[in-house]
C-alpha cells in the first residue's frame, strides 16, 4: 500500500505543479494582453502617431492609400454631357474685355447658318440673338459701357477650329534635333510616356497654325511605336508662364463638375515595322504587331483584375476595423495609362490605314474590352464601313481630304472617303498631322473634301463639333452656343472658299493678333463665286472618251498670255456665245464658231465656265515614284557627284521615265498636262530635267517628250550635305569650279558648257536668301568670264527679302511650295500671310517684276496646282488677277525653262494646233468648280467629266 500511497501521493503533486503551472502562464498571458491592450490604448488615441501594424504585411498608411485608391476608381466620374448652364471658363483672363459681335452670319459648327449678334464674356458665349431677314431684332444684349462693340457686317463666324492630330510642340519648327520629341523609338510599347512632359510651349509653329483658326489641338506621340503614349489637348494660345500645364484644356477645371479625359495614342501598320526592322527586334512584321498588341493588353488586364481584386476584398473587410489586407494596393506606373483605357477615363487615337489594320485593333478592343475613341489616318475606311461598325461604340474616323500615295497603306486612298463614310453613319473628322500638313491650313482640308462631295454642314463640323465630340469636349468647345468657351474666327470670306482667312481668331474671349476693328467691320473679301456651294460627287461610271466634241457657252478662254476670249471683251466674238470645236484632237474652231454643222460630235455646254492652256508642273517626282517608301516602285536616286571632272556622271530623268501611274493618272486628270521631272537625288547635282506630256504611254510615243534637258537641277543647303560635299560652302565652290571650267573649255556636248553659256537653265533648288544670294554672286563672276548662266531658284521661301536683287539679275522664282512654312532654319523668315503678316513672298516678287511660277513638292498635291494659284491670287490684294494665276501654273513655266510653242509641238489653243487644255464647268479658282473636259497631255481622245478618285 506504501508504495501505491507514494505513486498517488506523486501523481498528486505532479497534477498540483502541473495546475501551478497553468494558472502561472494564463497569469503571464494576461499580464502581457494586458499591457499589450494598455499600450495599444495609449498609442492610437495619441493624435501625433497614427503609424501602426495591424499584421506582419503593409502599414496602415499603405493600407489606407490603396482604400483611398479604390474610392477614386469606384467614384463616379461627372458625365460632361449633362453640364448645362456653364458659366465658367477656368481659362478666363481677368481684365479680358467684353465683345460684342454684331451682324455676324454664324456658322455655328452643329449645323445652323443664321445672322446674330455674340457676346463674349468671361471667357465664354454668354448671349447670342437671331437676327431675322429684315434686320430686326428678336431681343437686344444689354452690355457694359466699356464692351468692345464691333459690326461684322455679315462676315462668316465660326466656332474656333479643332485639330485632333498634330505633333506641333513636339516636333518644332524650324526642325531640329534637340527639338525633336515626337517618338520614343526605344521601345514599340511605350504607353506611359507624355507629351506635357516634352511639349515645347515656344514652337513658332503654334502661333502659326492658330492664325489658321485652329484654337484647340490634340498634341500626341508619333507613330514610331505600337503604343506611342498619352497625348495633351492645349489651347493655341500663349500663356504669359510659358507653362504647357497652364496651356492644356484642363487647366483649373473642377474633377467633380467636370470630367478630366486623358488620350492615348497607339499606331499599327508599316510605321511600326519599320522602325524596329532596322532595330532587328519585334515588330518587324503585323504578325509581331498583333502579338505585342495582346500580349501588353493581357498584361494590362491582368493587372485591372488585380486591382479590382485588391479593392473587392478591402471592401470586404471594412466591417472590421481591426482587420487589414497584408499587401499593397497593385499599382505599376508603366500601365496607369492603360487603366485609365480599361477603366473609361482615357480616349484612344490609333493610326491605321489597311483594311485588315483597321480590323485587327477592332479586334482587340473586342477581345480585351476597351473602346476606341478615333481611328487616324484610316485611308481604307471607306471600304469597310461595316467592320468599323462591329466595334462596342462609335468610332470616327480623323483623316485627311486628299493626301495620298506616299505608301503602300496610303495608295488605295479615295477623295470620295469622307463622303462615303458619312453617308454610312460614321463621323469624319479632317485632321493636319502637322507637320505633314500645315494646320495653318486645316479650314483647307475640310474645303476639299466639300469639293469632293461631304455635305457643307458636315464638313464645317469636321473640323468644330465632330473632333470636339471625339475628345471629349463637345461640352466646352467646337460650337457657338451659350456657355462654350470664347474661342470664335471671324473670317473674310466663307471657311469653306478657296483661300479663306482668318480675319481675326479669338480663344478664351482674348483676341490673337490685334486686327484693328476698323477691319472688321470693313469690307468683306470679295472674288467671284467664291461662296461654298454643295454639289454632288460625280459617281463612278460618268467618266468617257470623245475623238471630237463641241464646247459651247464658254465664260472665258486664257489662250495664251496675250490673248483672253469672254463675251463682251473681244471684238472678234459677236455674240454673247464663245464656243470651240476640237476634231480628231486638233483646234479647228474657237471664239465665235458655226457649231450647227458638227452635229456628229458630242456637245459640251460649259454653262459659263472655264478653259485654260494645259497646266505645268514642276517639283514632284511624276513619273520617277509611285511609293514613295518601296523602293521597287520607284527610278532610284542617282550616285552623288563630288568632282567637276564628274561629267558622265549627270543622269537625265528621261531614262527612268514610266507612264501609267496613279499618279500621272490623277494629275492628268486635273488638268495638269505636262511635268518638268528632275532625277531623284541626295546631293549637290540632281542631274537633268526632262519635260513631258503626263497622258503619254511611253518615251516612244510621238511627241511624248518635249524636251529631254530642260535643266541641269542642283541642290544646295544643309540638307545635301554629305561625307564628299560636307558643308554648304563646299556645295557652291564644287558649283563655281565646275562652271567657270565649262566656260574656260566649253564642250558642246557637255551639260555644264550648255548651262554656263545659257543653252540649258540651272535650277537650284533651295530656300535660303544666303544661298540664293551666293548663287547670284555665282551668276555674276560666269558672265564676267564670258558665260551667261540662267539661274532658276526652285523653293525660294526666303526669296522675297533679295527680291531687288533677283529681279536686278534677271534670275526667275518658283516658289515650291507655294505657301511654305519655317521647317528650315535657313528658312525661318518666310511670311505665313494675314493675319500674321500683310503680305506674302510671292507679291513681294511680283511688285518687283520677278518672273514667278508656282510648283509642288508633294506628288499627292499636283492636281492642286490651279487652286494653289487662286489662292494666291485671292490674297493678294488686287495685285494679282485671273491672267496672273493661269501664269503662275502654265505659261511662265514655259517662258522660264523656255519650253516655246515650237518646243511644245504647236499645242495650245490656237486654230490648228494639237489640242492641249482643260476646261471646267465654272471658275477653276473657286473650290466648288470641277474638271469638265481634258484634251491633249498626249491622248488622242478627249477624257469627258474626269472622275478623281
Request: proline letters at 4%; charged letters at 25%.
Amino acid at each position: 500500500m506504501t508504495k501505491i500511497d507514494d505513486h498517488i501521493q506523486s501523481f498528486d503533486n505532479h497534477q498540483r505543479d502541473k495546475r501551478i503551472k497553468k494558472y502561472l502562464n494564463l497569469f503571464l498571458a494576461l499580464v502581457i494582453s494586458s499591457s499589450l491592450y494598455i499600450a495599444y490604448i495609449i498609442r492610437y488615441t495619441n493624435a501625433s502617431n497614427k503609424i501602426t501594424q495591424y499584421s506582419s504585411g503593409i502599414s496602415y498608411e499603405t493600407y489606407h492609400y490603396g482604400l483611398l485608391k479604390c474610392e477614386e476608381i469606384k467614384r463616379i466620374k461627372p458625365d460632361n454631357n449633362q453640364i448645362q448652364d456653364r458659366r465658367r471658363n477656368p481659362r478666363f483672363v481677368p481684365g479680358t474685355k467684353d465683345i460684342l459681335f454684331k451682324n455676324a452670319r454664324i456658322l455655328d459648327g452643329i449645323g445652323h447658318d443664321f445672322l446674330g449678334d455674340i457676346l463674349l464674356k468671361n471667357g465664354i458665349i454668354s448671349e447670342i440673338t437671331n437676327i431675322d431677314e429684315n434686320d430686326i431684332k428678336k431681343n437686344d444684349i444689354n452690355v457694359t459701357d466699356d464692351t468692345v462693340m464691333i459690326d461684322l457686317k455679315k462676315k462668316f463666324v465660326t466656332p474656333g477650329l479643332i485639330d485632333m492630330h498634330s505633333h506641333a510642340g513636339l516636333l518644332s519648327w524650324p526642325f531640329l534635333r534637340a527639338t525633336n520629341d515626337i517618338n520614343e523609338e526605344t521601345d514599340p510599347l511605350t504607353p506611359f510616356v507624355r507629351v506635357k512632359d516634352a511639349l515645347n510651349p515656344s514652337d513658332p509653329a503654334i502661333r502659326i497654325i492658330s492664325s489658321g483658326g485652329v484654337t484647340t489641338s490634340l498634341i500626341i506621340p508619333g507613330s514610331g511605336n505600337l503604343m506611342g503614349g498619352e497625348g495633351h489637348v492645349i489651347k493655341m494660345r500663349n500663356v504669359s508662364t510659358l507653362s504647357v500645364v497652364d496651356m492644356g484644356i484642363n487647366y483649373g477645371i473642377d474633377p467633380s463638375e467636370e470630367k478630366e479625359w486623358r488620350w492615348l495614342k497607339m499606331a499599327c501598320g508599316e510605321n511600326p515595322k519599320k522602325v524596329y526592322a532596322l532595330q532587328d527586334r519585334i515588330p518587324t512584321t503585323r504578325l509581331g504587331e498583333g502579338w505585342l498588341f495582346r500580349k501588353k493588353f493581357q498584361e494590362a488586364r491582368d493587372h485591372f483584375k488585380r486591382q479590382n481584386d485588391w479593392c473587392d476584398s478591402a471592401s470586404k473587410l471594412s466591417s472590421n476595423n481591426n482587420v487589414q489586407l497584408d499587401s499593397p494596393f497593385p499599382e505599376d506606373l508603366q500601365y496607369d495609362s492603360l487603366m485609365a483605357l480599361f477603366r473609361g477615363d482615357a480616349r484612344l487615337n490609333i493610326h491605321c490605314y489597311e483594311t485588315n489594320d483597321l480590323e485587327a485593333i477592332i479586334n482587340h478592343s473586342l477581345e480585351f474590352n476597351f473602346t476606341i475613341t478615333a481611328l487616324h489616318h484610316a485611308l481604307d475606311a471607306y471600304r469597310i464601313p461595316d467592320i468599323i461598325k462591329r466595334a462596342n461604340s462609335q468610332i470616327t474616323i480623323a483623316t485627311f481630304s486628299d493626301n495620298w500615295g506616299y505608301k503602300k497603306e496610303a495608295f488605295q486612298a479615295s477623295t470620295r472617303s469622307p463622303k462615303i463614310l458619312a453617308d454610312a453613319g460614321i463621323p469624319v473628322a479632317l485632321k493636319s498631322d502637322h507637320p505633314v500638313i500645315n494646320a495653318q491650313h486645316l479650314a483647307f482640308e475640310a474645303a476639299k473634301a466639300h469639293h469632293y462631295g461631304l455635305d457643307e454642314k458636315l464638313s464645317i463640323a469636321s473640323i468644330t463639333s465632330v473632333p470636339a465630340k471625339a475628345l471629349g469636349l463637345n461640352h466646352r468647345i467646337g460650337q457657338i452656343s451659350i456657355g462654350y468657351d470664347a474661342d470664335l474666327v471671324v473670317w473674310d470670306s466663307h471657311p469653306l472658299s478657296l483661300g479663306a482667312t482668318p480675319l481675326e481668331v479669338y480663344i478664351d474671349g482674348i483676341p490673337q493678333f490685334g486686327t484693328p476693328n476698323s477691319v472688321l467691320s470693313g469690307k468683306s473679301k470679295c472674288s467671284k463665286g467664291s461662296s461654298a456651294q454643295n454639289e454632288p460627287v460625280k459617281e463612278k461610271g460618268n467618266e468617257r472618251t470623245a475623238s471630237s466634241v463641241v464646247i459651247n457657252n464658254i465664260g472665258k478662254i486664257f489662250v495664251d498670255k496675250d490673248t483672253i476670249l469672254e463675251p463682251n471683251n473681244n471684238s472678234s466674238v459677236k455674240d454673247e456665245n464663245i464656243s470651240m470645236i476640237i476634231k480628231d484632237g486638233l483646234v479647228e474652231c474657237i471664239g465665235n464658231c458655226a457649231i450647227s454643222n458638227h452635229n456628229s460630235s458630242e456637245m459640251i455646254d460649259l454653262n459659263g465656265g472655264y478653259v485654260l492652256p494645259g497646266i505645268v508642273a514642276i517639283g514632284a517626282s511624276l513619273g520617277l515614284i509611285e511609293i514613295d517608301l518601296e523602293p521597287s516602285t520607284t527610278d532610284g536616286f542617282v550616285p552623288i557627284i563630288n568632282h567637276p571632272d564628274s561629267v558622265d556622271q549627270v543622269m537625265k530623268a528621261i531614262d527612268g521615265l514610266k507612264f501609267g501611274g496613279k499618279h500621272l493618272d490623277v494629275a492628268y486628270k486635273a488638268g495638269v498636262l505636262s511635268s518638268i521631272t528632275s532625277p531623284l537625288s541626295f546631293g549637290l547635282i540632281k542631274g537633268i530635267s526632262v519635260a513631258f506630256k503626263t497622258g503619254s504611254h511611253t518615251v516612244l510615243d510621238e511627241e511624248s517628250i518635249i524636251e529631254s534637258e530642260t535643266a541641269l537641277h542642283v541642290q544646295i543647303g544643309t540638307l545635301f550635305k554629305n561625307a564628299y560635299i560636307p558643308s554648304v560652302s563646299s556645295q557652291i565652290g564644287l558649283l563655281r569650279r565646275t562652271l567657270l571650267k565649262a566656260v574656260f573649255k566649253p564642250t558642246k556636248r557637255n551639260i555644264y558648257s550648255k548651262v554656263a553659256n545659257g543653252l540649258v537653265p540651272l535650277a537650284a533648288h533651295t530656300d535660303s536668301k544666303d544661298e540664293i544670294a551666293s548663287l547670284i554672286r555665282l551668276k555674276q563672276l560666269v558672265k564676267r568670264h564670258g558665260g551667261d548662266l540662267r539661274l532658276v531658284i526652285i523653293g525660294g521661301a526666303e526669296a522675297h527679302l533679295i527680291a531687288d536683287q533677283i529681279s536686278k539679275n534677271n534670275v526667275s522664282v518658283v516658289l515650291s511650295p507655294s505657301r511654305p512654312v519655317p521647317s528650315l532654319w535657313t528658312a525661318k523668315n518666310v511670311l505665313t500671310g494675314s493675319p500674321i503678316t500683310n503680305t506674302t513672298g510671292i507679291e513681294i516678287l511680283v511688285k518687283h517684276k520677278v518672273k514667278v511660277a508656282i510648283g509642288v513638292d508633294n506628288s499627292a498635291w499636283t492636281r492642286n496646282l490651279v487652286w494653289d494659284a487662286g489662292w494666291a491670287v485671292t490674297n493678294s490684294k488686287g495685285l494679282l488677277d485671273e491672267k496672273d494665276a493661269v501664269a503662275l501654273i502654265s505659261w511662265n513655266l514655259e517662258e522660264i525653262f523656255n519650253l516655246n510653242r515650237k518646243k511644245l509641238n504647236n499645242q495650245g489653243l490656237n486654230k490648228g494646233n494639237i489640242a492641249n487644255f482643260v476646261a471646267y464647268d465654272g471658275n477653276p479658282f473657286d473650290l466648288h468648280t470641277k474638271v469638265k473636259l481634258v484634251a491633249g497631255g498626249g491622248r488622242k481622245d478627249i477624257l469627258i467629266d474626269p472622275i478623281q478618285d
